[in-house]
């Protein structure tokens, strides 16, 4: 069985966050390169899946959720465009670092709106059945989904996943020739 949904949606959150400080923190270009390459796979995988899994049960069981999918996805769209020019960047490039941190600095603001505002209330609308089906629903989705940006794409069901499906493979084989860091969930 998988974790519940809100646990997953923290773990990448906190995973994501984690490989930011490691990027800070390392010295190593090459190195510093592998993690760049990681945090725009895992945000990119991350994104998708919430817009796919998550955003549809705010607007169905929340109150006002629509309006909160419609945020949220906002802020998604930002994130994404600085994520796509960070895709086409080496580290070393001149501006890469701010665009990094001032996508970060949006991603962390998103996330902890997510966790303190609008999971809890989604969490007080559902059950736990609910809350189980959407854990096993983000499982299977999150392998299926872009590895990369793609800002222009549609970000809501079900085109986002259908569009997400066929573009998948051949981010897939574009992140052959890149190398990350190994992320570790429990």
Avoid: C
């Avoid at 998708?48 to 949220?72: C, R, W």
């Avoid at 559902?126 to 299926?144: A, D, F, K, V, Y």
């Avoid at 085109?159 to 890149?178: M, Y």
Wanted: without cysteine.
């Amino acid at each position: 069985m998988s974790k519940d949904v809100f646990t997953q949606v923290k773990e990448d959150h906190s995973i994501i966050k984690q490989l930011y400080e490691q990027f800070k923190n390392e010295k190593d270009e090459h190195e510093r390169q592998k993690i760049a390459n990681t945090i725009v796979r895992e945000v990119s995988i991350h994104s998708a899946t919430e817009e796919i899994v998550l955003y549809p049960a705010f607007e169905q069981f929340m109150e006002n959720g629509k309006s909160f999918a419609d945020h949220a996805r906002k802020e998604h769209l930002g994130i994404k465009n600085i994520m796509y020019e960070l895709d086409g960047m080496k580290t070393s490039d001149a501006g890469y670092v701010p665009k990094l941190d001032s996508a970060m600095e949006e991603f962390i603001k998103h996330s902890k709106e997510e966790e303190e505002e609008n999971i809890p209330k989604l969490q007080n609308r559902i059950s736990q059945e609910q809350i189980q089906e959407l854990g096993q629903n983000w499982h299977n989705t999150r392998p299926m989904v872009p590895t990369h940006p793609h800002p222009a794409a549609p970000d809501k069901p079900p085109t986002e996943a259908i569009v997400g499906a066929a573009t998948a493979p051949a981010d897939k084989l574009r992140d052959t020739t890149r190398e990350f860091v190994d992320v570790h969930r429990t």
